[in-house]
Nanobody, 126 residues
Framework: QVQLVESGGGLVEAGGSLRLSCAAS????????MGWFRQAPGKEREFVAV????????????DYADSVKGRFAVSRDNAKNTVTLQMSSLKPEDTAVYYC???????????????WGQGTQVTVSS
């Protein structure tokens, strides 16, 4: 088992920034791709970003939903078992509960993620 705990959510004005963190414990963190998903009220949970365990000569690979590309950045510190989602230029439509999740595959699909955190609320006021 991998336990995941998100933190850093809160209330921010449109145009502002927030930094979400996800701390992993339990079974080894190594080898897992880490994803961020979000669920807005009345909507299905959707993919936000993913970072591979370790990739290429340039470091970990990353992928983003079109809606957040250029505004959000995902990073990880494998030595500290943490994943971070830096969110900038926030919009009211970014309001949602944000979840981090772990998968053995570098993938956007929610179905391949084995472990999930409890989520952290992000609210962006207009």
């Amino acid at each position: 088992q991998v336990q995941l705990v998100e933190s850093g959510g809160g209330l921010v004005e449109a145009g502002g920034s927030l930094r979400l963190s996800c701390a992993a414990s339990g079974r080894t963190f190594s080898g897992y791709a880490m994803g961020w998903f979000r669920q807005a009220p009345g909507k299905e949970r959707e993919f936000v970003a993913v970072i591979s365990w370790r990739g290429g000569r340039w470091g970990s690979d990353t992928d983003y939903a079109d809606s957040v590309k250029g505004r959000f950045a995902v990073s990880r510190d494998n030595a500290k078992n943490t994943v971070t989602l830096q969110m900038s230029s926030l919009k009211p439509e970014d309001t949602a509960v944000y979840y981090c999740a772990a998968s053995p595959r570098y993938d956007r699909r929610e179905s391949v993620y084995e472990f999930w955190g409890q989520g952290t609320q992000v609210t962006v006021s207009s």
